[in-house]
């Protein structure tokens, strides 16, 4: 009785742990809006200005401490940049990023949030990044979700002026000129 009992014990936690490893993830909320986070904003690298209406947040994010981009991949979570008052500002409906594969043992977690104003960061004329931060770990299972805090800063988005756009259609318009004449 008492082996049996003792087995059905081992069964149950083994079983536990088994579904926290294939059904990980870690929690963070996703926002520049936070009390740890306010002087975060996003703003246009030429003017000054906050983003707002038309520019979209986006999340990517690596196991352990890394130094490149590249590592990195892309969570399937973008979030509206605010207006008016909120300009600047992204998440500040209190989103939740869910990070998959996280547990509680994996240790340090790098993120780099990016603004675009396309339809992705990839193809979007007007982008930019931040620098990649690094948190010791982020909330797993019930504990309380966190946020980015201070490793999160400021960052610019760069879009191409007017005359940059004139000097490529110049530039492939007496391409095509000097072809049509050979």
Request: proline letters at 7%; aromatic letters at 14%.
């Given at each position: 009785m008492k082996k049996s009992i003792i087995a059905s014990i081992i069964g149950v936690v083994a079983t536990v742990?088994?579904?926290e490893t294939?059904?990980?993830?870690?929690?963070?909320?996703?926002?520049?809006?936070?009390?740890?986070?306010?002087?975060?904003?996003?703003?246009?690298?030429?003017t000054g200005a906050p983003v707002s209406t038309g520019w979209t947040a986006g999340l990517y994010y690596g196991f352990g401490t890394l130094t490149t981009p590249s590592q990195l991949t892309l969570l399937n979570l973008t979030k509206p940049f605010g207006t008016a008052g909120l300009a600047g500002y992204f998440g500040?409906?209190?989103?939740?990023?869910?990070?998959?594969?996280?547990?509680?043992?994996?240790?340090?977690?790098?993120?780099?949030?990016?603004?675009?104003?396309?339809?992705?960061?990839?193809?979007?004329?007007?982008?930019?990044?931040?620098?990649?931060?690094?948190?010791?770990s982020i909330a797993t299972?019930?504990?309380?979700?966190?946020?980015?805090?201070?490793?999160?800063?400021?960052?610019?988005?760069?879009?191409?002026?007017p005359s940059t756009f004139a000097l490529i259609g110049l530039g492939t318009g007496a391409l095509l000129f000097l072809r049509r004449r050979k």
């Open positions: 742990a088994a579904v294939s059904y990980g993830q870690g929690s963070v909320f996703f926002n520049n809006y936070s009390s740890s986070a306010t002087g975060a904003i996003v703003t246009d690298a030429v500040y409906d209190g989103t939740i990023a869910s990070i998959p594969g996280y547990l509680p043992t994996t240790g340090p977690i790098t993120f780099m949030v990016v603004a675009y104003n396309g339809a992705d960061y990839a193809t979007s004329i007007g982008k930019g990044q931040s620098t990649l931060f690094t948190l010791p299972g019930t504990s309380p979700v966190g946020e980015f805090g201070p490793g999160f800063t400021s960052f610019t988005v760069a879009v191409p002026e």
